[in-house]
């Protein structure tokens, strides 16, 4: 069973940056993915991005192209989320999730088996 930890959220204003961190309670596996995702209040799980743990390829959503980065810190056991020219319909709860088996980023919450409890980002305008 894998542990996810998130955080780094909080209140910025719009164009400010956020750095979110996932941390992993033990050492994930060479053939684990793992992902972002965020929900708006009433709507479904959205995907931003994810990465191959073993590889460092990585996977973003268009919404989020060039202002997100994913990445991992393999020492730590930790993945980030690096949010850069917020805007305001970033706010929302992010999540940080694993998937087994990759090393292809998945982008549907039904391929991932673990998640953390969120982390909430609010960008004001």
């Known amino acids: 069973q894998v542990q996810l930890v998130e955080s780094g959220g909080g209140l910025v204003q719009a164009g400010g940056s956020l750095r979110l961190s996932c941390a992993a309670s033990?050492?994930?596996?060479?053939?684990?993915?793992m992902g972002w995702f965020r929900r708006t209040r009433g709507k479904e799980r959205e995907f931003v991005g994810g990465i191959s743990w073993s590889y460092g390829t990585t996977s973003h959503a268009d919404s989020v192209k060039g202002r997100f980065t994913v990445s991992r810190d393999i020492a730590k056991s930790t993945v980030y989320l690096q949010m850069n020219s917020l805007k305001p319909e970033d706010t929302a709860v992010y999540f940080c999730?694993?998937?087994?088996?990759?090393?292809?980023?998945?982008?549907?919450?039904?391929?991932?088996?673990?998640w953390g409890q969120g982390t909430q980002v609010t960008v004001s305008s």
């Open positions: 033990g050492r994930i596996f060479d053939y684990y993915t």
């Open positions: 999730a694993a998937r087994p088996f990759g090393p292809t980023v998945a982008t549907r919450p039904g391929s991932y088996d673990y």
